[in-house]
């Protein structure tokens, strides 16, 4: 039919070219913040792309939602624009009859964004989770980067080595600050080398002084030494036994109902009931102005769509705090979104209103009277 042919189309080039453009300003936001990440030592130099890579495809749910909602606003806007929806109206399309081909576009779409909130935002988080684990248990030697201060493991040294040779086991220039209760201990040494001994890794270090100051007393200790060895085996704290609940599986939460569970879970429902009301939302507020111009309906759905996720962080809020319980809020937060966007829908499909009802009604009962 001409009619769902002609809409499915436009749909689908507008939805094409807004996915590559949020898409790419997306991996770029994503490739800033994870080098930031990197910069600061919360995540390993090497697994700076594979961190964006789960990150942004964790957020593509977001990115598939905000494009669809895009797609359908601006091609109903253009349409209201060009006066294609005048044609239609005359036709004897009303505007709920929109609806029908706006579905059979979105469907496969709103099948993606629920499978990727339910399975694969759960497991991108996952391993981000694992590789900022692996990267913070890592050993005080792997930390040591050649011309930066780094901290060790369990956050009580910090090291800095001037050059060091390209097996990483030997090194120039060796400064280690220790804080060990209330003693402050700054090491330095020409050149330092790593040995083994049993299962312990020793730094040696050669030609150094070692300065020692203990707050209690105004003493100052300096010793100087030939060669002196330090422990650098320690490993950092162990992880949480109870790991975020962004990173747990959907089936998990729901074996296992705890408010920040519930939280998580209304989060996660709420992405794909939110994509299907966005659609119904899209078709209502695409109306254009021809004093205000198409930018306007656009920038009132941005803002409906702002509004609509920050009430989701809202929901997952509420829930993991007790202050709300996860079925009321979310059939307040999903049902009255869908209930207020379909009775809007009727009243421009109706053209119903305020000054048409008390018009009816005046006549109504200028018509009862004898």
């Known amino acids: 039919m001409l009619f769902h042919s002609s809409i499915r189309k436009e749909l689908a080039r507008s939805f094409g070219a807004t996915l590559v453009v949020l898409a790419t300003v997306v991996v770029t936001m994503m490739l800033i913040r994870t080098l930031g990440q990197a910069s600061s030592g919360s995540v390993a130099p090497a697994d700076v792309l594979l961190v964006m890579g789960y990150t942004v495809l964790g957020h593509l749910t977001t990115i598939l939602t905000l494009s669809l909602f895009i797609a359908i606003v601006t091609t109903l806007s253009r349409m209201y624009g060009d006066s294609e929806m005048a044609i239609w109206f005359t036709a004897g399309r009303g505007l709920a009859s929109f609806l029908s081909p706006l579905l059979r576009f979105a469907w496969p779409i709103l099948l993606v964004i629920t499978l990727l909130a339910l399975f694969v935002w759960p497991w991108a988080n996952r391993q981000v989770q694992e590789m900022r684990e692996r990267y913070e248990t890592r050993g005080d030697l792997e ?11 369990g956050g009580k040294r910090v090291f800095f080595v001037d050059k ?207």
């Open 143 to 153: 930390r040591v980067v050649p011309g930066q201060f780094q901290e060790s493991a």
């Open 164 to 370: 060091n040779t390209s097996t990483g086991k030997t090194g120039s220039n060796v400064f280690i600050f220790a804080n060990q209760g209330d003693k402050r201990i700054v090491t330095s040494a020409r050149s330092g080398r790593v040995d083994n001994v049993g299962d312990d890794r020793f730094l040696i270090l050669d030609n150094g002084q070692r300065l020692e100051t203990d707050n209690a007393k105004p003493d100052v200790t300096v010793a100087q030494f030939q060669q002196y060895g330090l422990r650098i085996g320690e490993k950092a704290a162990a992880a949480s036994e109870a790991p975020p609940p962004k990173t747990l599986s959907t089936l998990t939460l729901l074996r296992k109902p705890t408010p920040d569970g519930l939280g998580e879970l209304s989060f996660r429902f709420g992405l794909a009931l939110a994509a299907a009301n966005l659609v119904l939302i899209g078709l209502v507020v695409s109306r254009a102005n021809p004093r205000i111009g198409r930018n306007g309906s656009l920038a009132f759905a941005f803002f409906a769509f702002v509004t609509y996720y920050n009430l989701l962080n809202l929901g997952q809020s509420w829930i993991s705090d007790g202050k709300a319980a996860f079925g009321p809020m979310m059939l307040a937060a999903h049902g009255g979104a869908f209930l207020l966007a379909w009775a809007w829908l009727l009243k421009r499909h109706n053209n119903w209103t305020l000054r048409a009802a008390l018009r009816r009604r005046r006549a109504g009962a200028q018509g009862a009277r004898p």
